[in-house]
Structure formats: C-alpha cells, structure tokens
C-alpha cells in the first residue's frame, strides 16, 4: 500500500487482531514511514492456513448456508439479502436451486433433504403470482408480488431465466427412476413450460424486460446484449411452447452486431459489451448453467470474452488509476454491490473504490490464478473485517475504511456456483446436457 501524497487524509491500514486507522497530512509531520512497495498487509495471524482445496471447500460451504440455512423458511427459496430476511429474490432462487445441486455433490446435504426442500420450493412457485408465465422479481413470503419500484410491479423476464437456469439444472441433476424424482422434474417442466418468453416481445424482434397487468410495457427496456442477460435468449429460444425466432435474437440481442466492441483495454482485447467491460457479474449471471469454454458464434469465443472481461478488470485494480488505497494484483474485483452509501453496478468506468468478493472469486474459470491471489487475501489478510456466517461479506473498501456486513443472495450465489464449475464443471455440464438447451443454442446458431 502505497502513500498518496495529494491525498488529504490517507489511511494506513496493518490488519493483525484489528484494523488501525493513521490519519497523516501532506506535510507527514510525525515522519510516518510507508511500508515498502507491494508489501500489503501484515497476515492475520489468529487465522491458519490451510491446504488451497480446503480453503475452496471452506468457502463453498459457508456460503453455501446462505442459501439453505438462512433460506425464507415458508418458501424455501433466498432472501434478497441478509438486511431484509421478508423479500423473496427470484433470480438469487435460481442461483439458490442451483446450489442444492452442490450441496448433495460435496455432501452437506443429503438427497433426501434437497428433494424435500425442492417440494417446498416447488409448492410456493406453483401458488406465486405469474405474468404470463413470468416471474416478478420480489415476492412476500405468501406468493404476493413485492414491486421492486414504482413502475415495476410485475414480471421481470430477467429474474425469470435466472430462476429457470436453476430449475433446469435440478431437473437433470434428479434424475433418478423413482416417484419423488420424477415428480420433482414434471412439476419444473411445467413451470418452464408456462412461461410466455414470446408474450414479453411485444410481437417485436426484442424482448423487453418488464410487463404488469397495470403498468404494461411502459418501462420499456429492452434485454439488449452485451451484459449479463445472454441466458434471457437462450431459454427463450429454447422454450417447447413459447420459442422465440432467431431473427428476434439477432436484433434484440445482439443488436445487429452493434454488441461487438472489438477494443483494446489494459492492453486486452475485448470482442464484445461497453468499454472496459462493465460490472464483473456480466461473465457470471448467465455462465452459471451455459458452458462458454467451447461456445461460440460469429462474433466472439465467449470464454475469450469473459476471460477478457475478467483480465481486464483485474489489470484496472493493478494499475489503479484512481489512485485507491488498498488496489493491488491481490485485492481486485470490481462490481455491482453495496457500496459506503448504498449499491452502485461499480466498474472500472464506474469506480469507487469498493472491492466486492464476489467479482474475482465467481471469476475462478476464467482466471484461476489471480483469483487464487484474491480468495487467499481476502481469507487471511482481511478475514476480521470479511468472513462471517455465510462467507465473505458483499463488499469493502480500504481506501474509505469501510466494510459490509450484509450479504445479498445474487452476490453470494456466483462465488459458489462458479467456483464449482471451477473445479468440476458440474453445474456446466447438466445444463449443456438439457435437450431443450441443445435446441435454443442450436436455433441460434452457436458451436458449443
């Protein structure tokens, strides 16, 4: 950590048992000496160090109970976040279904417990109020819509294949020959099956992100490429009942090729998105059941996208342009999180100087170097200020001497998924599989 003389207040921060906070001017008058370069912080030295595959289960595992041991107990599904345990999230369920898959594979749970659970589950799905077949994006804990702003009061088209990726990826993972199993995949077929991805484009070539019974399409915004939204089109192409057209794809999505980027950021090509790439979450949302090491199109690898995506960001945090205290090649990550005013989509281009540990560990596929550096910081150097209950908190910042102590479900949820696709490709693997899935990529055209 390096002293900014043109700062007015710096801070200096040695983690050992707590954080000490040394306010200095310009002038440095008690002749406080920096540390040397790159140096960081001294380790927490009432944490062990374990064995690199122990820290990975370590990490899976407590984030793991976010969703099952703090899951809204008459749903079953996540809450959006551990400061408000009364809203239901429905794209943070979808990554909560998928982490049921996880937890019967490493054995934290059993079969049995997941199959029951997913009964809950299912029962409150099948009751919630739909759009269309469409999810909301927050629920009550009686099925009721929660609007998620004033205009905003009905299905959310995103938060919807964000639950339907879960849900595909339990329906093939509960595969077995036997009542509970085959019941459990009849009812997510019917779920699936209702939902009306053609109703949500307006008889257009786009499909638009929110409609209400009383607000209509008057939000009026497009699922437009690139973020983190490619799965919306996958499973709308991939639907039995309600297929889009690939022309709908083409112009919706992909915008006629106007999503190719094709610059060069920190010295990294870039095939698609905004410039420097935008909030990390882009290259995880929809990469939790598609499988993008061997995807491609006519415009990108989409590995090589999101490895770029990754790189990029995480040669912003070294090269630190901004000056923040605390950046280095082992503290990085930036993304949308809660921030020390509220929550902000953070990116290189949006940079506040808040780390947010899902962005570099839900990145482990693409960069398993540099976020083996980041899972070990942030374990051992910050583990007083970061690690509680379920894993590492959303978000901090060293410059500001701020952390959080909330957690939110779809932060928590790509640092376990992604980090299993890591390592097993588990997750990957079972959506890939789908024969509905097969279909979608193929009508659009992709290798895989």
Request: glycine letters at 6%; charged letters at 15%.
């Amino acid at each position: 950590m390096i002293f900014k003389c043109k700062l007015k207040n710096i801070y200096l921060f040695l983690i050992t048992i707590s954080v000490i906070s040394v306010v200095v001017s310009c002038d440095n008058p008690n002749d406080i000496v920096a540390p040397p370069p790159d140096v960081g912080f001294v380790p927490n030295k009432t944490v062990e160090i374990i064995p690199f595959e122990d820290l990975l289960d370590l990490t899976q595992e407590q984030t793991f109970k976010y969703f099952w041991d703090f899951a809204e107990p008459t749903s079953g599904l996540a809450r959006e976040d551990s400061g408000r345990p009364n809203i239901i999230t429905t794209g943070g369920s979808g990554f909560a279904i998928a982490s049921f898959v996880v937890g019967v594979e490493r054995g934290w749970i059993t079969r049995e417990e997941a199959i029951n659970r997913l009964e809950t589950v299912l029962s409150f799905l099948e009751k919630a109020q739909k759009y269309h077949g469409a999810f909301s994006h927050w629920y009550d804990n009686s099925g009721n819509t929660i609007p998620f702003s004033t205009l905003d009061d009905g299905g959310d088209i995103v938060e919807t294949a964000l639950l339907m990726q879960g849900l595909l990826i339990a329906r093939q993972f509960f595969s077995q020959n036997n009542s509970s199993e085959s019941d459990i995949r009849n009812r997510i077929t019917s779920l699936w099956e209702d939902v009306e991805w053609t109703w949500y484009t307006q008889g257009q070539d786009k499909i638009t992100w929110h409609w209400s019974p009383t607000n209509n399409f008057n939000i009026d915004l497009g699922v437009r490429g690139w973020n983190e939204s490619l799965i919306v089109y996958v499973l709308a192409a991939a639907s039995p009942t309600f297929s889009i057209n690939v022309d709908t794809y083409v112009e919706g999505w992909t915008r006629n090729g106007a999503m190719v980027n094709t610059g060069t950021f920190y010295d990294i090509y870039l095939p698609l998105g905004e410039n420097f790439g935008g909030p990390l979450f882009f290259s995880h949302y929809s990469f939790i059941g598609i499988n993008p090491t061997n995807l491609s199109d006519q415009f990108t690898n989409y590995f090589d996208q999101n490895k770029a995506h990754s790189l990029i960001n995480y040669r912003h945090c070294v090269e630190n342009p901004y000056e923040y205290a605390g950046y280095s090649e082992n503290n990085w990550g930036i993304t949308a999180s809660s921030n020390y005013n509220s929550y902000s989509a953070h990116s290189p281009t949006n940079d506040l100087g808040v780390i947010a540990p899902t962005a570099a560990l839900s990145s482990f596929p693409y960069t398993p170097v540099e976020s083996k550096k980041a899972l070990e910081f942030f374990y051992y150097y910050l583990y007083d200020n970061l690690w509680g209950e379920f894993g590492f908190y959303d978000a901090f910042s060293i410059h500001h001497n701020w952390y959080s102590e909330k957690y939110i479900a779809i932060d928590q949820g790509p640092i376990l998924l992604m980090i299993e696709n890591y390592r097993t490709q588990l997750l990957w693997n079972l959506f890939m599989q789908d024969e509905d899935i097969v279909k979608g990529l193929n009508k659009l055209e992709f290798n895989f």
